[in-house]
């Protein structure tokens, strides 16, 4: 969706319900691609960020220097803030 500049509401709708299950149970590849679709798209998932920010310990050591570099990326584009 995100290469060809097409949205798909109701796929982003349950990605942001889905979010805890994505980020727990996907790969850091998963995790990394979705943030990336989400920033190309301007499409801000609250949830979404929220549960990669509660797993960034496990993001950063599993994940590769894209993965990580591309989630910050998208992360910078949407304006997501790490919380405090």
């Known amino acids: 969706c995100a290469?060809?500049?097409l949205s798909s509401p109701k796929l982003f709708e349950e990605?942001?319900?889905?979010?805890?299950?994505?980020?727990r149970e996907g790969n850091?590849?998963?995790v990394a691609n979705t943030a990336w679709a989400?920033?190309?798209l301007g499409l801000s998932l609250p949830k979404l960020f929220e549960e990669i920010?509660?797993?960034?310990?496990w993001f950063v050591r599993e994940g590769n220097t894209q993965e990580v570099a591309?989630?910050?990326w998208a992360c910078a584009t949407l304006g997501v803030l790490?919380?405090?």
């Open 3 to 5: 290469t060809l500049g």
């Open 15 to 23: 990605i942001e319900k889905e979010a805890t299950w994505l980020v």
């Open 28 to 30: 850091p590849q998963a």
């Open 38 to 40: 989400c920033a190309t």
């Open 53 to 57: 920010e509660k797993e960034a310990t």
């Open 70 to 72: 591309n989630t910050v």
């Open 82 to 84: 790490p919380s405090k």
